[in-house]
T-cell receptor, first 116, second 113 residues
Framework: QKEVEQDPGPLSVPEGAIVSLNCTYSNSAFQYFMWYRQYSRKGPELLMYTYSSGNKEDGRFTAQVDKSSKYISLFIRDSQPSDSATYLCAMSDVLASQGGSEKLVFGKGMKLTVNP | DTGVSQNPRHKITKRGQNVTFRCDPISEHNRLYWYRQTLGQGPEFLTYFQNEAQLEKSRLLSDRFSAERPKGSFSTLEIQRTEQGDSAMYLC???????????FGQGTRLTVV
């Protein structure tokens, strides 16, 4: 079993739809949870990050973490064609100050297409 | 542009040849990471540096791979005796210690023929 599981899709939605992306993980040491967006042939760019459980909202994007279920989600409201990209969840354990490497463990990525 | 810079962007090489990639991180970032991403997969950690010290290497990093970060500035990743299975996107990321955003470069796409 991989440490981080993510449905690779692809997912195709109409413009304006609410999109839900999810990842599950097995390593209970993960404390930092991130969502990256990656356009074709580009490097990943950070969308959102959260620490421990809870919700975080940034504009049309909401990230949720449920550590008890080892489950994280990203919601995109009012999706736009410009949101079409691959979305990667990523996780990290302890900080460098606690002896951690802060390396990221990624899911496979979900390819999203938002149709006008 | 003050982001993470990777060169070359694309590299095609014949099996058995050696290749070297370069990463120039954001100047004040003390941590530098190398990841490998194959088609349809997320990036996988290869190795990281804190300043000039290489602190961790993944088991993915076989003896044919070597990475350096002289003087804690730019980094190079060398692959010796390339194999077709080495074909992938090689990504570099940099950050400051203490959980802050990791900035990724555009990657170097390697094709081994």
């Amino acid at each position: 079993q991989k440490e981080v599981e993510q449905d690779p899709g692809p997912l195709s939605v109409p413009e304006g739809a609410i999109v839900s992306l999810n990842c599950t993980y097995s390593n209970s040491a993960f404390q930092y949870f991130m969502w990256y967006r990656q356009y074709s042939r580009k490097g990943p760019e950070l969308l959102m990050y959260t620490y421990s459980s809870g919700n975080k909202e940034d504009g049309r994007f909401t990230a949720q973490v449920d550590k008890s279920s080892k489950y994280i989600s990203l919601f995109i409201r009012d999706s736009q064609p410009s949101d079409s990209a691959t979305y990667l969840c990523a996780m990290s354990d302890v900080l460098a100050s606690q002896g951690g490497s802060e390396k990221l463990v990624f899911g496979k990525g979900m390819k999203l297409t938002v149709n006008p | 542009d003050t982001g993470v810079s990777q060169n070359p962007r694309h590299k095609i090489t014949k099996r058995g040849q050696n290749v070297t990639f370069r990463c120039d991180p954001i100047s004040e970032h003390n941590r530098l990471y190398w990841y490998r991403q194959t088609l349809g997969q997320g990036p996988e950690f290869l190795t990281y540096f804190q300043n000039e010290a290489q602190l961790e290497k993944s088991r993915l990093l076989s003896d044919r791979f070597s990475a350096e970060r002289p003087k804690g500035s730019f980094s190079t990743l060398e692959i010796q005796r390339t194999e077709q299975g080495d074909s992938a996107m090689y990504l570099c990321a940099s950050r400051l210690t203490g959980f802050t955003e990791a900035f990724f470069g555009q990657g170097t796409r390697l094709t081994v023929v």
